[in-house]
Structure formats: C-alpha cells, structure tokens
C-alpha cells in the first residue's frame, strides 16, 4: 500500500537529456556545471556551521559557563534532525530542492542573530540547527536527482572533500578571531561617525559567520532545478510520521541499505564526539588553549578530504562494501592518542585517522544514497539516514557529556571510544557477511567508475 508512496521512479534528468538507466550505458559522463553551484553552496554554509560552533564554544566561555556544556551545543544543534525527521524530507521532496536550501540557510541566519543579540549559545544553535536539518535532505537529495547514480561515490567524494575543506576553513577562521590578538584588533576597529555595538569577541566572530551565511543563500539562489516531479507536501501530521516509518522500516530491512546506514549512523556519532574529545585531549595531552585545539580538529579533517579524494577516484558502488574493515581499523588507531604527547606526533595521527574515516564513510554514503532514492525518493531517503545518524550523535555526545561532568579521564574516555567504534563495525561487518551468504545483492551494484 505505502510502496507506491516511497517509492520515486526514475525519472529523465531533464537538465542532462539523459536517463539514469541510459547513464549506466555510457562511457562517461561529465559532471555539469550546476554541481559546481551546489558545491559552492555547501562549502560556504558548512564554513558558517564550523566556524559558529568554535564561536559558540567561545561565547559559553565568555559567560563562564560549566566545561560540560560544550558537548551540549552538539546535542541542542542535532535534537531538531531527530524531531523532525519525519517532516523534513517530506518538505524537501514537495519543491525544487535549491528553495529548500534558501530557506533553511536563512533559519541558520536566525540562529546566528539571536546569538548576536544575547541569546543563550545553546538555545542560538539549536535554533541553528532546525536549519540544518531542513538543509541537509536538500543538499544530498538533489545529488541523486541531478546525478546518474554511477557518478554517486565521485559526487560524494568531492562534496565530503569539500566540506571537509570548508571544516578545516571554518575552524581555524573560529580559532583565530578568537585569538586574543587578533579580537583585539578587530574590535579596536571602529568606522568612522557609526558605533557598531560589537563589544566581544564572540559579536565579532558572529558578523563574519553571517556573511559566511549570506554568501551560502546567495549561491541556493543559483542552484538547477532538476526537474524530478515534486509531490504535494502533505498537511497531516500523523500522514507524515506513519510514512516516515513505513520509509524507516524500508531501509532498514533492504540488505544493502541496513549494511551503509548502520556503518554511516555509527560514523557520524563517532565523528561529532571525536570532535569534542580532539579539543579536550589536545588541551590535557599537548597543553594547547581552545584555539590551537580547534586547529587540530582541522588536522583531522585534512585527512578526511584526502580520504574521501582517493574514495571518490578507486571505489566504485559494488567495491563500497570492501572499506568497512576500515572502520575497525580507524577505532583500534585512536587508541595510539593515549601515548601521543608531543605535536609531531599528534598531526600525522590524526591525519591517519581522519584519512581512514573519510575512505570508509563516502563509499558508504553513496551506497546509501542510492539504495534510499531506489526504495522512496531521495529527500525521504536523506531524512530517514539523519534520523539515525544523529539518535547516534545524540546519544554518543550525552555518554560523553556524562563522562566529562563524572571528571572522567580524557584518556579513558580515548580508550572506551575507539574500543566502542572497532568493536560496532566488526558486528556491522559480520552482519553484512551473513547477508551476503543467503543472497549477494552487491553482485547488482554498478561496477563501473567515472572521474
């Protein structure tokens, strides 16, 4: 009965004069040039969600907030994907995913200003959040609209690679306006005959993260519309959540999709707590202030680019499976933080790690991607993997929230993390080997690459 409603047929990319079917039949096809627009928008809103996040970190210092919050921002910015989740791939499938964009960019601009004009950082940032949550079913649907699916890993690589990019950017412009030097020159700036009420550090960065915001809404604005079929957005509330389960349940039971989004759901809660753990080791371990720390988380995400880079041009969607070992070996490899106390050590390490999360984690993603548009569309499809991948990060940053309020050593907490990771994608593993001796389903995945 609910088939027909999760289901979104393969429609001619109107844009490309091509079907996906007639995709796989061709020797190559080039990535058009509203990739490039959708990349440009991503980079500058995920450059605003970097560098806010460090200036929100900032800001709760400034009010001599408890130590434990920092993690809280975490929890307050994703509580709105797991909330809505039933609603917000429903929206972005009911209009031409470039308007689902514009809009959630300016309810990140909201949350921006009210943390300007003295909101509480948490409740800032969750409102930042619900934009975000709008956002991201946007952004990733519409790649497999626009894309044939044989160019998913490629499309994911260089958009990871990207945002990773736009990581590394946004936190050390974060870590350096809130450098003391460089705040106290900005704010001794002053125009001339106009007083700007910016009297903080954390105001200071604020302004630089809106402008960041507003170059986002202004790349949406140029973003092709696809021309995929967009259904009416359904009022019911309950309509909305009984489908969103039927969508769930869907996913989850198809052999390949439980596989990636099991691996993609335990990746994302992993990688927003490492986030939090990187500026505590690094504080504890090599002496660094929140500035130089969120530098590190920078490091990290350089080998995340790098990784998604070498994703993109050697695994195809048939050899996506053939990375989850990875992910064991990314966990046990984080156990070497315990014994890193020198800088010279601390950059290749982290560059490793992030190397191998970035390798494992874009296979998977577009695995993912396509198994989801394949069963029920592509912004329903995106909705259901940011439900469960941020109950993970939810969950994963309260355990860790708990662990720092219970003054837990930063170095026990290292080793139950990376015992936790290896120890869930060995299971992950196994279940995907079970599955693959009743039926292999890989053997129907496209085999062929595209760079």
């Known amino acids: 009965m609910h088939n027909s409603r999760c289901f979104t047929s393969l429609a001619p990319l109107a844009k490309h004069g091509i079907t996906l079917d007639q995709s796989y039949n061709e020797t190559k096809v080039n990535v058009p040039f509203g990739f490039y627009i959708i990349m440009a928008a991503q980079f500058f809103s995920a450059l605003a969600d970097n560098a806010l996040l460090i200036t929100a970190i900032a800001a709760l210092r400034e009010m001599h907030a408890p130590s434990e919050y920092e993690p809280l921002l975490k929890t307050f910015f994703t509580v709105s994907y797991v909330v809505l989740a039933a609603f917000v791939g429903a929206f972005a499938d009911s209009m031409p995913k470039w308007r689902v964009m514009f809009i959630s960019n300016a309810i990140k601009i909201v949350g921006c200003s009210m943390m300007f004009w003295g909101a509480h950082p948490l409740a800032a940032y969750a409102v930042v959040g619900l934009g975000a949550a709008a956002y991201s079913p946007a952004k990733y649907g519409i790649l497999t609209e626009y894309l044939p699916h044989r160019q998913l890993v490629v499309a994911n690589g260089w958009i990871e690679g990207l945002t990773v990019g736009a990581i590394i950017l946004g936190v050390v412009i974060g870590g350096t306006l809130i450098q003391p030097g460089v705040s106290q020159s900005l704010l001794a700036f002053d125009f001339p005959l106009i007083s700007t009420g910016i009297d903080t550090t954390s105001e200071m960065a604020l302004c630089f993260v809106a402008v960041f915001y507003l170059l986002a809404s202004l790349f949406n604005l140029y973003v ?19 489908e969103f389960n039927h969508c769930l349940s869907l996913l989850w039971r198809d052999k390949l999709g439980q596989i990636s989004l099991a691996v993609t759901t335990l990746f994302w809660g992993a990688g927003a707590t490492l ?22 988380q920078g490091v990290v995400a350089i080998g995340v680019a790098a990784g998604a880079i070498l994703a993109a041009k050697f695994i195809t969607l048939r050899k996506s499976v053939q990375v989850i070992p990875l992910g064991i070996a990314m966990g046990l490899i984080v156990l070497i933080m315990n014994f890193v106390h020198d800088m010279w050590l601390a950059v290749p390490l982290l560059i490793i790690i992030g190397g191998l999360s970035g390798f494992f984690v874009v296979p998977m993603n577009a695995l993912l991607q396509h198994r989801g548009h394949i069963l029920m569309g592509a912004g329903h499809s995106i909705a259901v993997q940011n439900f469960n991948e941020n109950i993970s990060i939810l969950i994963m940053t309260g355990l860790y929230y708990l662990m720092i309020k219970m003054d837990i050593s930063i170095y026990w907490v290292v080793t139950l993390f990376g015992i936790f990771v290896s120890t869930l994608m060995y299971i992950i593993r196994q279940r995907h080997i079970a599955n693959q001796k009743v039926h292999d389903d890989v053997q129907h995945l496209d085999d062929s690459a595209s760079h």
Request: proline share 5%; net charge positive; no cysteine.
């Open 224 to 242: 092709p519309d696809t021309g995929v079929d967009h259904k009416q957005l359904k009022k019911n509330p309950f309509y909305l959540i009984h």
């Open 275 to 296: 986030q939090f753990i990187v500026i505590k080791w690094s504080e504890v371990a090599l002496g660094l202030d929140l500035s130089k720390s969120s530098m590190l």
